[in-house]
């Protein structure tokens, strides 16, 4: 497509594919969309992102980001059976994270028909320079049908300055403020009295202390009381574009302090194969190669406050809950690698109260010897809060389990993140729990199981 045109968009839901090349040096990219009604949003929650991930409609949703040989694309899904009918556009936007889009190569943006996988629109934006922020196209409803337009607007004041144009109130970082300047001198705070004549002087009479009201008549009745004003709308807090990245400088953060300790806590894992092995995985050549379908296990340990200890796994079928202990759910087990969004697991975060820690850790059921052959991404997005991410090392030992995360409820209510990224190698005969569990002290009893 070129810049201005459009398309029909004959299609039930679309994957909007943002996509691009990745390169040293180069900033990373996260989508968006904004929905609107007469050209704004109607309020912060018609903003989704990394950060708020999906609508309240269940129309838009960001499915996040995944590499492939050094393509990467950040994912949004658009259904619009379930878009509500005020909605008239959704605009699809990019913003770059550490750098200007100018330093990006092969941006693009495509839509995919979610049905069958058809692509439905392409549009590549070839003329980026100092923008830090794009509208890469829009969907937009015209006479009762769904189109998409190719935009390539940019923005040289990044994500918050696109947002705050559509009228999303943006949660800025506090700014020092300067000191006051200095008060002027002040009189002194005791002022002698005012010399008093002699007592023996008689002093002027005073009214009696208490007067009693003036008789009111019992006719007409008093006017009826003004109504009581109605209730002040609820206050809503702005959104927060921040994004927190855990290094092995900085492994730890608190979800109290970033507000994000309610509802549900969405832990996504995504992965890519690597072309060029090292470490470990070059030494064996291609013998430690990654073949057929690539099955990954997302996992988690879980320790309650009332001392009940388990694993929610895919294994044994032991998918948990969300509503009842563990408050933990495994949302599905993708055998062929075929979901874009990789693996996921969610924390009920309302029953934080009875969680005391969680281990999140990740095992290879097949297809590859080792994580030596894997680059994976690692992403914790709460309800409220600053998404975490972080990268796993590279794999220099023939490792099949490592541990992720270990989130902690310190008993006073603060949870804290701290990335693990620690790679572990089972002894012949152990399997990747049992190994698990030795290296973090859970102490359970384990059984062989199968899917």
């Known amino acids: 497509m070129q810049k201005g045109t459009n398309v029909a968009v004959p299609a039930q839901a679309v994957r909007v594919e943002l996509g691009w090349r990745a390169a040293p040096g180069a900033p990373d990219v996260d989508a968006s969309a904004l929905l609107l009604v007469s050209g704004k949003v109607r309020g912060d929650t018609d903003f989704v992102f990394y950060n708020q991930p999906a609508h309240g409609s269940g129309a838009v949703r960001h499915e996040g980001k995944r590499t492939v040989g050094g393509d990467v694309t950040d994912t949004l899904l658009v259904d ?19 750098g200007a889009f100018g330093r990006v190569t092969g941006l693009y943006v495509r839509l995919v028909d979610q049905a069958n996988g058809s692509e439905l629109a392409r549009f590549e934006s070839t003329d980026a320079t100092v923008e830090t922020a794009f509208i890469l196209g829009e969907l937009y409803l015209r006479q009762g049908a769904w189109k998409f337009r190719a935009v390539g607007q ?8 696109l947002a705050t144009d559509f009228g999303i109130s943006v949660d800025e970082p506090q700014r020092p403020v300067a000191p006051p300047p200095p008060a002027a001198p002040q009189p002194p705070s005791y002022v002698p009295p005012a010399p008093q004549p002699p007592s023996y002087v008689p002093s002027a009479p005073q009214p009696p202390a208490y007067a009693p009201p003036a008789p009111q008549p019992a006719w007409p009745p008093a006017a009826p009381a003004a109504p009581a004003p109605p209730p002040a709308p609820p206050v809503t807090q702005p959104v927060r574009l921040t994004k927190i990245t855990l290094t092995k400088e900085t492994p730890s953060v608190s979800l109290t302090k970033q507000g994000g300790t309610s509802g549900a806590l969405r832990v996504n894992l995504n992965w890519e194969v690597r072309k060029q092995f090292k470490g470990w995985g070059a030494k064996l050549g291609r013998a430690a190669a990654v073949h057929g379908d690539l099955d990954l296990d997302l996992c988690a340990l879980y320790e309650l406050t009332d001392g009940r200890k388990g694993v929610v796994q895919a294994l044994g079928n032991a998918f948990g809950s969300l509503a009842q202990p563990p408050y933990i759910h495994l949302d599905g087990d993708d055998r062929t690698g075929a979901v874009s969004s990789g693996e996921n697991l ?46 796993l090392d590279e794999c220099t030992v023939p490792s099949t389990v490592c541990a992720l995360a270990l989130i902690t409820n310190d008993g006073s209510g603060d949870l804290t993140v701290q990335r693990e990224a620690r790679y572990l190698v089972p002894q012949r005969g152990v399997s990747p729990q049992r190994t698990i569990d030795a290296a973090y002290g859970w102490g359970m009893n384990w059984t062989p199981g199968r899917k």
């Open 346 to 391: 969610t924390v009920n975060l309302d029953h934080k109260d009875r969680l005391r820690r969680i281990l999140i850790f990740v095992t290879i059921y097949e297809g590859a010897r080792s994580f030596a052959d894997l680059h994976a991404t690692v992403t914790l997005q709460p309800r409220n809060g600053a998404a975490i991410d972080f990268s």
């Open 154 to 161: 940019g923005y040289a004041t990044g994500l918050e300055g």
């Open 80 to 98: 619009f059976g379930r878009m509500e009918p005020a909605i008239e556009r959704v605009v699809v936007a990019a913003s770059a994270d550490g």
